[in-house]
């Protein structure tokens, strides 16, 4: 147990739980003030907290912040208001965000994209980082507005850099791209068309000599966005 639990409020509709059944819970973040996890159960909570925590202090060094209260719903399957089923999703205008459950997770990927062979607590992680990314770049830019290719390229480097070194290792090496990556291939067809290729190209672009957080802050100070096509 690494943080302590700030708070702990059983859901409403308690009496009507049977017994044995898990207790939804709401939990203010210990370790990542300012986010609330609302989960299925306790231990979905804290590894919610766990991993705003771990979003939180992989962000704060390249200076995204977080300006207002994120309440992240853990649920059984997250529902993008265009796309339907979705692993995650966060919409800036209502500032929901929502994670799928992880035995959720890898129905979605199975046979479709190389994270399927992250073990789930990982990929729960990495999607909570990068839905965390795009609320945090949000509420750091302000009235900045930020185009789709330069949020998916946030939240993309995030969600790689949140992976161990052997797994990200392994997610390069199902669709390699050649460092130090190319500006062209940040662009919203090719996430949509390509998005492992999308989010490797990201990472190798951020680690590219000069790129890092400089970039980071180049974007969400508007200075710098990527070709459009
Ligand atoms: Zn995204």
Redesign the pocket.
Known sequence: MFWKIATLTVAAGLALTPAGAARAVELDCARAAGITADAPDPALAEMTCEAAAAAKALMAPCGLVQTAPIRISVVKSAEHPSFGTCL?I?DARSGCLEVTEPEGILPLLAGRDARDALPVDVLFRALTV??L??AFTAQTAGDIAIGPAE??FI??VFEMMSLPPEWREQMLAAHPVDPPGALGVVHPSI?ALAPRAFANNAWRLFEAKGNGCALVQRIVTGEFAFPAH
């Open positions: 995650a966060y990068h839905e990314a795009h949020q998916e939240a993309n996430y």
